[in-house]
């Protein structure tokens, strides 16, 4: 069964503080990896996607890179403005148009 | 500029009322998709579009009808069947699979409760 895991759930971190976000996924075959944004009572952002291991995309203070079995989501010296739900969603070789989303880890940077 | 509208913002549900969520998108998608999100929960998709007059259930489509008449609109119904509607609803188009720079643009969503 595919699915999608994303550790931790909640991470709260100084300003400055660097550090990164995990999603394992399983699936039989990646068509893509997404990340999203996600501010409260807001619908998820676009980030990045990755499509191949070894890739890696950048924007800003973060930076998401992709294995074969998870990403990762790295935040370098994390600003409050950070603060945010981030969604990790993969969509496999299946056939039809379904993204697996993961349950988002809660992020807040505090001043 | 380009996007996908949802309206309303919130909406309240009587015991017994259908009820119906609107999204129109101006990105000239092909598909669209209904998910439901609940607290501590994924995005769980309810129903996808991949053309008009053309729908698939997605995981948790008990309870939901949608439609699909016009590309740039796919509304869905929450009916009385559903028995636990109060949710975050967000509605989402993407590019075909396979296509340069596929990814899921989603609207601001609608907040559903029952009163």
């Known amino acids: 069964e595919d699915q999608v895991t994303q550790s931790p759930e909640a991470l709260r971190l100084q300003e400055g503080e660097s550090s990164s976000l995990n999603c394992s996924y399983t699936?039989?075959?990646?068509?893509?990896l997404f990340w999203y944004r996600q501010d409260p009572g807001k619908g998820p952002e676009f980030l990045f996607t990755l499509y191949s291991a070894g890739e890696e995309k950048e924007k800003e203070r973060l930076k998401a890179t992709l294995t074969k079995k998870e990403s990762f989501l790295h935040i370098t010296a994390p600003k409050p403005e950070d603060s945010a739900t981030y969604l990790c969603?993969?969509?496999?070789?299946?056939?039809?148009?379904?993204?697996?989303f993961g349950t988002g880890t809660r992020l807040k940077v505090l001043a | 500029d380009g996007g996908i509208t949802q309206s309303p913002k919130y909406l309240f549900r009587k015991e017994g009322q259908n009820v119906t969520l609107s999204c129109e998108q101006n990105l000239n998608h092909d598909a669209m998709y209904w998910y439901r999100q609940d607290p501590g929960q994924g995005l769980r998709l309810i129903y996808y579009s991949q053309i008009v007059n053309d729908f698939q259930k997605g995981d948790i489509a008990e309870g939901y009808s949608v439609s699909r008449e016009k590309k740039e609109s796919f509304p869905l119904t929450v009916t009385s069947a559903q028995k636990n509607p109060t949710a975050f609803y967000l509605c989402a188009s993407s590019t075909l699979p396979g296509q340069n720079n596929e990814k899921l643009f989603f609207g601001s969503g609608t907040q559903l409760s029952v009163l």
């Open positions: 969603a993969v969509s496999p070789f299946s056939g039809t148009y379904k993204y697996i």
């Open positions: 699936v039989s075959g990646l068509r893509g």
